[in-house]
């Protein structure tokens, strides 16, 4: 496993993250074989969010007799809701980060993060509260999940000249599948997005990126020829991910995959370490299995004739 560093914590951070957005932890039962196997192959890191079921709780759950010295918790408060718009306000910061701590029996949490943007946000006052919670012991790290790359500058530029804490984690979409719109409303995807790759690449702003597998496309689940497909990806997926460019990113990974011996998920997980960023993977996986065959992606090394084929930007595997 290899790690990063984010400014505000004094440990490292997996470049494999554990999702805790899944069909078993979202629904309150055990995930423990899983979590477990995690941490056995290095990865210390753990993304959830107070809209995620009952996910925060069974994490605390496993968390009550784990060393918290050497563990990282990421988790997302202020998540819209359909019947009150804007919920990037003080108060809904407060009150989802409060439950959010009583959920998982922690004092405090690594990294916290605004779950999305909304227009009406009053960002020098939604920087104050988070400056608070940081400056009280409660967050050591500051974030935003789906802000486009200029809004991150214009509130880290406002944050710094206030002596405020800066943002210095941005969640998007990220992975070899392009995003061709939107899964869900407000998703905001920075593959292909050339001006935004390149603010990340400058700005080195870590990047937790969020359906790095396109929701199981790019999972090695499927064959880019299954027919399957459609009946068996969730709507989000459909919606997002399944375009003929994709099938053929998917097809090439397989090609890849067998030439090297490695499975299609590892090559695509792999891909995502070539493109100069500082990059973490956010994987929801709910098995022993999966668990220790994605952590073994950031032990792999592509060629750039490998990387730029996968993304089809050159004709031939050489």
């Avoid at 996910?55 to 990282?72: M, P, Y």
């Avoid at 400058?202 to 064959?223: D, I, N, Q, T």
Wanted: contains cysteine.
């Amino acid at each position: 496993m290899k790690y990063g560093k984010i400014d505000g914590l004094d440990k490292p951070v997996s470049r494999i993250v554990f999702g805790c957005m899944n069909g078993v932890m979202d629904f309150g039962k055990s995930c423990d074989e899983a979590l477990d196997a995690a941490l056995e192959a290095g990865i210390n890191t753990f993304d959830t969010a107070r809209i995620y079921g009952k996910s925060e709780r069974v994490l605390g759950r496993w968390l009550a007799d784990k060393d918290r010295s050497r563990i990282v918790v990421l988790t997302k408060c202020a998540h819209p809701s359909l019947l009150r718009g804007n919920r990037v306000k003080a108060e809904c910061i407060k009150a989802d980060f409060t439950r959010s701590l009583d959920e998982l029996k922690l004092d405090y949490v690594d990294i916290l993060l605004l779950h999305k943007d909304h227009p009406q946000a009053d960002i020098p006052c939604v920087l104050e509260t988070l400056h608070s919670l940081k400056e009280r012991g409660r967050v050591k790290a500051i974030g935003v999940s789906n802000w486009e790359h200029g809004r991150i500058a214009a509130a880290n530029e406002y944050a710094l000249s206030h002596g405020l804490t800066p943002i210095t984690v941005s969640s998007p979409n990220f992975g070899l599948a392009a995003q061709k719109s939107q899964p869900w409303r407000g998703c905001i995807s920075i593959g292909g997005d050339e001006d935004a790759l390149s603010w990340y690449q400058v700005s080195k702003m870590p990047v937790f990126a969020y359906s790095s597998l396109a929701r199981g496309l790019m999972s090695g689940k499927f064959r880019h020829d299954d027919k399957r497909l459609i009946s068996s990806l969730d709507a989000p997926a459909r919606r997002g991910f399944l375009t003929d460019e994709n099938l053929e990113r998917l097809r090439r990974a397989e090609i890849l995959a067998d030439k090297l011996q490695l499975t299609v998920a590892q090559v695509c997980l792999a891909w995502m370490f070539t493109r100069g960023l500082d990059v973490y993977a956010v994987l929801s996986q709910a098995t022993r299995k999966r668990v220790m065959s994605n952590a073994a992606a950031t032990d792999i090394e592509l060629t750039i004739n490998q990387s730029d084929w996968l993304d089809l930007r050159c004709p031939e595997l050489l």
